[in-house]
């Protein structure tokens, strides 16, 4: 099955939920931005209230063919207008799964992941640095491992598959770094706590 359709040749581009680009419209302060992958999982959780937006790979940015490390400027003019103080990249609990085959190299993908949180954290570092930007705080998160073999890897999942445990979900996600049920997290403000 196909989850998502976008037409050859055009660039892939951030999701941003109906809620968010009025915010975005009426200035309207938003001080925790989620990031997830993909329209689906950013969808799920801003039905349930979150300020999420939804990327169109595991990072915040990437401008293809050149290796620039830089992020959307959409994204940036959301941070600043709406007064971002916290942005969160929340990887699926795929972000720790390992298929073995003896042909394989099993660092590629836990390489890609650990170069998506770095190279999104690099980027955000101007707007750290620059006083116009509300943003003080960045932290990283992924659902826990047990959750892949509960076919709850990603954010849309886990509220699928435990429908009735939606709200302690959403409070460990707002955990940020404390979070230990559903999710596990580093703050990655400073660079050192990046590795």
Not at 45 to 59: A, E
Not at 69 to 94: F, M, P
Request: charged share 25%; glycine share 8%.
């Amino acid at each position: 099955m196909q989850k998502y359709d976008q037409m050859r040749g055009t660039p892939a581009r951030l999701f941003y939920p109906p809620g968010i680009v009025e915010k975005f419209q009426k200035s309207t302060k938003i001080p925790v931005l989620y990031c997830v992958e993909g329209e689906l999982k950013a969808y799920s959780g801003y039905i349930r209230g979150l300020n999420i937006i939804g990327l169109p790979g595991n990072t915040l940015l990437k401008e293809k063919g050149t290796g620039d490390v830089r992020l959307e400027a959409s994204l940036v003019g959301l941070i600043c207008k709406c007064q971002v103080e916290t942005l969160v990249l929340v990887h699926d609990a795929g972000a720790l799964m390992l298929n073995w085959a003896s042909s394989k190299d099993l660092g590629k993908r836990p390489g890609s992941f650990a170069a998506a949180v770095i190279s999104s954290r690099e980027a955000l570092q101007p707007l750290l640095d620059d006083p116009k930007y509300a943003l003080q705080r960045v932290f990283y998160m992924h659902g826990k491992r047990e959750f892949i073999t509960k076919d709850a890897k990603g954010l849309d999942d886990m509220f699928a598959t435990h429908p009735d445990h939606e709200q302690e979900i959403l409070t460990d996600l707002a955990k940020h770094a404390e979070a230990s049920e559903y999710f596990l997290s580093k703050n990655i403000t400073t660079p050192h706590e990046v590795v």
